[in-house]
């Protein structure tokens, strides 16, 4: 039995390295293929050292769990993966049984690896000095991680709930420039001296395992029962799953239905996957979709011009001007711009739009955001990642998203579910 154990994890990932690519070929394709072997050539590696590395390291009477662990945890990484290779939504079991921890151990190894790479110089250099007491102590340095698996998995279920203040001037920037944002809990609402636009705005919900349907309801029923003046959603509403599950979408979107005459939606770049399901979906509530049309909406503060910009994969330096020049400001009309990538902002026309806002960045997905700092891997990038930004006198709101898509890789920087408080400085 201890013979089988020892073997079980390492069969098994072998086993997956080479089944499910090979099944995903004969059943759906090249391309499905080539993602799942990517995926596990990236995460297979350092599962596998880390592996070994913790049987050395943890006492003997722990080994035998150690192994059922990873073997269990590498056989639900292949049935979820083997899974999307007839895609949907499945049921909560199979959901926590196979898809969560399957997609935690995938992330996990994926982070051991470069966890792994990134401590090879130092043990190295260790070794060479002949320094054993630091090279006994940086073993211990081999969990990280799985803290860090933990954390992110902690952080990726989460949204947090804010009041996000917005104010507009005419003030120029020559650059494209970050903006400081107020946000406060919505429990403690700061004074306004002019009543406020309101807006909750939907990114990046992606329905999936991490997402489930009831999950997202419960969500946008908290959101507008605020009172919002308006809820945009910004796109992705979809994952490989849900894409392949029509009803999905239909129930999450529910709570909208009564007040759908405030709300507008755009396409996002998963959306156009399966955009029968995403029409389908807002029609049936009365939501409308803008795919580069406008609308206009009166509101408690005054009229409010609305551009709903498609999602297009290049060409924004043509296809924003040509529709901000088919849309023309309004008089006395507060503008909006719903675009779903933000990186199209700096191509906004100067004094086009009011404020533009979009998602699709998930906030930078790993940063210092829930240490307070703004700081993500996509700072200093051409991607806006999260909070208020500034070009000419155009502003942009960049959402967190309130899901993401795939693994858990939400590392320090949480979902959001905020209302934006819009107004005139």
């Known amino acids: 039995m201890t013979a089988l154990l020892d073997v079980a994890f390492p069969a098994l990932a072998l086993g997956t390295l080479v089944g499910v690519p090979l099944y995903?070929?004969?059943?759906?394709?090249?391309?499905?293929?080539?993602?799942?072997?990517?995926i596990l050539a990236i995460a297979l590696p350092g599962a596998l050292v880390m592996h070994a590395r913790l049987v050395s390291l943890l006492p003997p009477a722990m080994t035998p769990w150690l192994h059922v662990g990873f073997a269990y945890a590498m056989a639900a990484a292949c049935t979820h993966l083997c899974g999307l290779v007839r895609a949907r939504l499945r049921s909560r079991l199979f959901r926590y049984a196979i898809s969560l921890p399957g997609m935690v151990f995938i992330a996990t190894g994926a982070l051991s690896g470069l966890w792994l790479l990134a401590l090879l110089p130092l043990r190295a250099l260790c070794l060479l000095a002949g320094w054993n007491g630091a090279l006994a102590a940086l073993r211990w340095l081999d969990l990280v991680p799985f803290a860090v698996g933990l954390a992110s998995v902690a952080t990726s279920i989460r949204a947090v709930e804010e009041i996000v203040h917005i104010p507009l001037d005419d003030v120029e920037h020559a650059t494209f420039t970050r903006l400081p944002v107020e946000r406060r809990r919505p429990r403690a609402p700061a004074p306004s001296p002019s009543?406020?636009?309101?807006?909750?705005?939907i990114a990046d919900p992606h329905i999936g395992p991490w997402q489930p349907v009831h999950r997202l309801e419960r969500r946008i029923a908290r959101l507008i029962a605020r009172?919002?003046?308006?809820?945009?959603?910004?796109?992705?509403?979809l994952t490989m799953e849900s894409a392949a599950t029509a009803e999905a979408l239909l129930h999450a979107l529910s709570p909208l239905a009564p007040i759908a005459d405030r709300c507008y939606a755009v396409f996002g770049n998963h959306d156009h996957e399966a955009p029968h399901i995403v029409r389908h979906a807002l029609a049936a509530h009365g939501i409308r979709l803008l795919v580069d049309d406008e609308v206009t909406a009166q509101t408690a503060v005054g009229p409010v011009q609305i551009l709903g910009a498609d999602w297009v994969p290049r060409g924004h330096a043509e296809h924003l001007p040509q529709l901000c020049e088919r849309f023309p400001r309004r008089d006395g009309h507060l503008r909006l711009l719903m675009?779903?990538?933000?990186?199209?902002f700096?191509?906004?026309?100067n004094g086009e739009a009011d404020l533009v806002l979009s998602g699709h960045t998930h906030g930078g997905q790993v940063g210092l955001v829930s240490l307070g700092f703004d700081w993500t891997v996509l700072s200093g990038t051409r991607w806006p990642d999260h909070g208020l930004f500034a070009h000419g006198t155009n502003r942009l709101y960049v959402h967190r998203g309130t899901g993401f898509y795939g693994f858990p890789i939400r590392i320090g920087v949480p979902g959001e579910a905020s209302v934006l408080e819009i107004v005139r400085a």
Do not use: K, N, S
């Open 24 to 38: 995903a070929w004969l059943v759906r394709g090249r391309g499905y293929a080539i993602f799942g072997l990517v």
């Open 195 to 201: 009543r406020p636009l309101r807006v909750v705005q």
């Open 227 to 237: 009172d919002p003046d308006l809820v945009l959603l910004t796109g992705d509403f």
């Open 339 to 344: 675009l779903h990538d933000p990186l199209g």
């Open 346 to 349: 700096v191509h906004v026309p």
